[in-house]
């Protein structure tokens, strides 16, 4: 198979029948920078390419016909590149309003250049719920009403497909946007409500696989720019060391964010958790003695599974588990996970949920209540089922909305953003709603990676924001892991990327089309009708404190400075004063605009 970018696979459902049709790769001599053949994000693939099918349908209403779900692979997709074996979904998002787009594991992105493509753009409804089986390129769509209700892991079992699975369960068809994209045969929910856009097209799974063989240009290029990846993973302590992610997965950070005052505790109303001992990472490998899971090919995969199968929670829906519904019981916390696994509920929107139902109700939730709401969630019933709407639904209908502890109705992830100030910042831009990973602040102000910054102040935190989601933006369009990022840069990427297609690779430029793609982001949430007003946290982070440390304060956010920050990023995004794209912006990064 030659190095090219690939086909884009357009499937449209009609009724019984998947009609597909193939975009041809375009020239791979038109390079991966300045606008051209890739169209303006600069990239053939992953959250750049996704972006650009559902920019002019930023119009359309969640559930129309013509609304694209994107399922892209990268450019780096197939090889051996370190971290690169990641896969993207992206559509609108039925929880958030906004363009979303999840990064997915398993081999998705394998099974897509193994094909000879890009990605899948998927529109138009099945008849009754089915599967759409992608096998070499060519697509048929399978009816199999029965399956609607199944949970994931009797889904995956009864199909056994080979490749990779895509999937939903009964929260999707419940019509909870809080239902994910499950991938890992099950093993990983997707955020955003992503299963319900599935769902809405009456898929209930989606199967891709692929018989050609994946090559590179310059094959003693990449094995050259692949070693340095591996030599800098190696060096990195929160990747390789003796407490990263390589031994303990993403729950390896549950620790740091202890002794930082950082964790999440009674729904964001403390930074610490008194059980913290008993349910971070190392109780995980006492108690559940886990194997790891991850993409294909990742030396370093940060998923986790225990001898039984079961998957363990990651960083955030063991920590939303445990301190933030305040909850001490470590196997409470997996199980729920679990439960969340089986009917494609996010866990840790679903977590948030039950905090934000906590606080407003007074009602505790020992075990065997926290267990019976997740299950009503993903079933939609009862009080399940106006939890299942999402936190800032559920408070906003309680009267009490300053309880939703969101961001453009995205719940936060386990990371409390009095203590860390960049982090405040990213969580209230970000174009996909309350997201860490849209710049991985925790890098440089909880890990200190690659440059330490002082976590308690704003200055010069819009200018690191502003490059930083460029970066991963362009990262996201490889489609490379986040946590890559606490290695490398586009620097060291950008060799691989020129010995895998054999087109000069610039980090600069790089850079720029990742700058294209967060400007396209705020094009589509414009659209939609989203503002500064949005772009903003919760009111509690602004009046109280955190917990305080044996040596330090939690003070809360300074109003006033946030606002200067946010002010100071707005003009280097080129955004007007109230968050808008401008038409001159978006002129010079080659994207329609018109206010």
């Given at each position: 198979m030659?190095?090219?970018?690939?086909?884009?696979?357009?499937v449209?459902?009609?009724?019984s029948?998947?009609?597909?049709?193939?975009?041809?790769?375009?020239?791979a001599?038109?390079?991966?920078?300045?606008?051209?053949a890739?169209?303006a994000?600069?990239?053939p693939?992953?959250?750049g390419?996704a972006?650009l099918?559902l920019?002019?349908?930023?119009h359309?209403p969640?559930?129309?016909?013509?609304m694209?779900?994107?399922?892209?692979?990268?450019?780096?997709?197939?090889?051996a590149?370190?971290?690169?074996?990641?896969?993207?979904?992206a559509?609108?998002?039925?929880l958030?309003?906004?363009?979303?787009?999840?990064?997915?594991?398993g081999?998705?992105?394998f099974?897509?250049?193994k094909?000879?493509?890009?990605?899948?753009?998927?529109?138009?409804?099945?008849?009754?719920?089915?599967g759409?089986?992608?096998?070499?390129?060519r697509?048929?769509?399978?009816p199999c009403?029965?399956?609607?209700?199944l949970?994931?892991?009797?889904?995956?079992?009864?199909?056994?497909?080979p490749?990779?699975?895509?999937?939903v369960g009964?929260?999707a068809?419940?019509?909870?946007?809080?239902?994910?994209?499950?991938?890992?045969?099950?093993?990983?929910?997707?955020?955003?409500?992503?299963?319900?856009?599935?769902?809405?097209?009456?898929?209930?799974?989606?199967a891709v696989?692929?018989?050609?063989?994946?090559?590179?240009?310059?094959?003693?290029?990449?094995?050259?720019?692949?070693?340095d990846?591996?030599?800098?993973?190696?060096?990195?302590?929160?990747l390789s060391?003796a407490?990263?992610?390589?031994?303990?997965?993403?729950?390896?950070?549950?620790?740091l964010?202890?002794s930082?005052?950082?964790?999440?505790?009674?729904?964001?109303?403390d930074?610490?958790?008194?059980?913290h001992?008993a349910?971070n990472?190392?109780a995980?490998?006492?108690?559940?003695?886990?194997?790891?899971?991850g993409?294909?090919?990742?030396?370093?995969?940060?998923g986790?599974?225990a001898?039984?199968g079961?998957?363990?929670?990651g960083m955030?829906?063991?920590?939303?588990?445990?301190?933030?519904?305040?909850n001490?019981?470590?196997?409470?916390?997996?199980?729920?996970?679990?439960?969340?696994?089986?009917?494609?509920?996010?866990?840790?929107?679903?977590?948030?949920a039950?905090?934000?139902?906590?606080?407003?109700?007074g009602?505790p939730l020992?075990?065997d209540?926290?267990?019976?709401?997740?299950?009503?969630m993903?079933?939609?019933?009862?009080l399940?089922?106006?939890?299942?709407?999402?936190?800032?639904?559920?408070?906003?209908?309680?009267g009490?909305?300053?309880?939703?502890m969101a961001v453009?109705?995205?719940?936060?992830?386990?990371y409390?953003?009095?203590?860390?100030?960049?982090?405040?910042?990213?969580?209230?831009?970000?174009?996909?709603?309350?997201?860490?990973?849209r710049?991985f602040?925790i890098?440089?102000?909880?890990?200190?990676?690659?440059?330490?910054?002082?976590?308690?102040?704003?200055?010069?935190?819009?200018?690191i924001?502003?490059?930083?989601?460029?970066?991963l933006?362009?990262m996201?369009?490889?489609?490379?892991?986040?946590?890559?990022?606490?290695?490398?840069?586009?620097e060291?990427?950008?060799?691989?990327?020129?010995?895998?297609?054999g087109?000069?690779?610039d980090?600069?430029?790089m850079?720029?089309a990742?700058?294209?793609?967060?400007?396209?982001?705020?094009?589509?949430?414009?659209?939609?009708?989203?503002?500064?007003?949005?772009?903003?946290?919760?009111?509690?982070?602004?009046?109280e404190?955190?917990t305080?440390?044996?040596?330090?304060?939690?003070?809360?956010i300074?109003?006033?400075?946030?606002?200067?920050?946010r002010?100071?990023y707005?003009?280097l995004?080129?955004?007007?004063p109230?968050?808008l794209?401008?038409?001159d912006?978006?002129?010079?990064?080659?994207?329609?605009?018109?206010?």
């Open positions: 030659s190095p090219s970018p690939g086909d884009i696979l357009r449209r459902l009609d009724a029948t998947a009609h597909a049709t193939r975009d041809a790769a375009p020239d001599s038109d390079a991966y920078g300045a606008p051209g890739y169209g994000s600069g990239f693939g992953g959250r390419r972006v099918e920019l002019p349908k930023a359309l969640l559930d129309h016909p013509d694209p779900l994107c399922l892209f692979g990268g450019p780096l997709s197939g090889t590149a370190p971290l690169c074996g990641r896969s993207v979904a559509a609108i998002s039925p958030t309003g906004t363009v979303f787009d999840a990064q997915l594991g081999r998705l992105a099974e897509l250049a094909s000879h493509l890009a990605g899948l753009v998927v529109t138009g409804r099945a008849a009754v719920p089915s759409l089986v992608i096998e070499d390129g697509a048929r769509l399978t009403p029965e399956a609607a209700g949970t994931t892991y009797e889904l995956a079992l009864g199909l056994r497909r490749g990779a699975l895509l999937c009964p929260a068809f419940a019509g909870s946007p809080l239902a994910g994209i499950v991938t890992g045969r099950p093993g990983r929910v997707s955020r955003g409500g992503l299963g319900l856009c599935l769902a809405a097209k009456n898929l209930v799974y989606v696989s692929g018989s050609g063989r994946v090559s590179v240009a310059d094959p003693a290029g990449f094995f050259a720019a692949r070693a990846l591996l030599r800098l993973t190696a060096a990195s302590p929160a060391g407490h990263g992610l390589s031994r303990y997965g993403t729950a390896a950070l549950t620790d964010t202890d930082l005052c950082m964790t999440p505790t009674r729904n964001f109303r930074t610490r958790f008194p059980g001992m349910v990472a190392p995980l490998l006492r108690e559940y003695a886990p194997r790891r899971a993409c294909r090919a990742c030396h370093l995969p940060c986790r599974v001898a039984d079961t998957p363990l929670p955030d829906a063991l920590s939303h588990f445990t301190a933030l519904a305040g001490p019981d470590l196997k409470t916390a997996v199980a729920a996970n679990a439960r969340c696994v089986a009917m494609g509920l996010d866990p840790v929107s679903a977590a948030s039950l905090a934000c139902h906590a606080e407003i109700s009602e020992p075990p209540r926290l267990l019976a709401l997740v299950d009503d993903g079933h939609g019933r009862g399940g089922r106006e939890l299942a709407r999402g936190a800032a639904a559920y408070a906003r209908d309680a009490r909305p300053e309880a939703a453009k109705d995205l719940e936060l992830a386990a409390d953003p009095r203590g860390a100030y960049g982090l405040a910042l990213s969580y209230a831009v970000s174009t996909r709603g309350g997201c860490h990973l710049a602040c890098g440089h102000e909880v890990l200190r990676k690659p440059v330490a910054t002082d976590r308690f102040d704003f200055a010069g935190k819009a200018r924001l502003f490059q930083a989601e460029n970066a933006a362009a996201d369009s490889l489609v490379a892991c986040p946590y890559l990022a606490l290695a490398a840069s586009l060291e990427l950008a060799p691989v990327l020129c010995a895998v297609t087109c000069a690779a980090p600069g430029e850079a720029r990742g700058e294209r793609v967060v400007y396209a982001e705020r094009i589509i949430n414009a659209r939609r009708g989203f503002t500064a007003k949005q772009d903003d946290l919760p009111q509690r982070f602004f009046a404190p955190g305080p440390g044996e040596d330090f304060f939690v003070p809360p300074d109003r006033a400075a946030f606002l200067a920050a002010a100071a707005y003009r995004r080129g955004l007007t109230d968050g794209p401008r038409a912006s978006a002129r010079e990064l080659g994207l329609p605009w018109t206010a």
